[in-house]
């Protein structure tokens, strides 16, 4: 059984910054790409930013230049590091690997910017 624990979530001030993690635990054999994705309310779930295994990173054009990914394999955990933020970013950030080729979710971490 693999779990993801995610931390990091809270209030912050537009401008300010946040960074989240994301923790796989359990029978790991393999993660391939990590992910972060958000969904604001009335509005569905979408991709903030991903990672591969060998680093490759892809951002959702709305935090380019504002937002950096990155991982750490030798603790399974993905980041996620938020600056900037604008109320627009405020949503529950949802964590995705893909351990052991299934994907797994996070249980979400709200962000809350304010303005």
């Known amino acids: 059984q693999v779990q993801l624990v995610e931390s990091g979530g809270g209030l912050v001030q537009a401008g300010g910054s946040l960074r989240l993690s994301c923790a796989a635990s359990?029978?790991?054999?393999?993660?391939?790409?990590m992910g972060w994705y958000r969904q604001a309310p009335g509005k569905q779930r979408e991709l903030v930013a991903s990672?591969?295994?060998?680093?490759?990173?892809n951002y959702a054009d709305s935090v380019k230049g504002r937002f950096t990914i990155s991982r750490d394999d030798a603790k399974n955990t993905v980041y996620l590091q938020m600056n900037s933020l604008k109320p627009e970013d405020t949503a529950v950030y949802y964590c995705?690997?893909?351990?052991?080729?299934?994907?797994?979710w996070g249980q979400g971490t709200q962000v809350t910017v304010s303005s």
């Open positions: 359990g029978s790991i054999f393999s993660i391939n790409v």
């Open positions: 990672i591969s295994s060998g680093g490759s990173t």
């Open positions: 995705n690997q893909e351990v052991n080729w299934f994907d797994y």
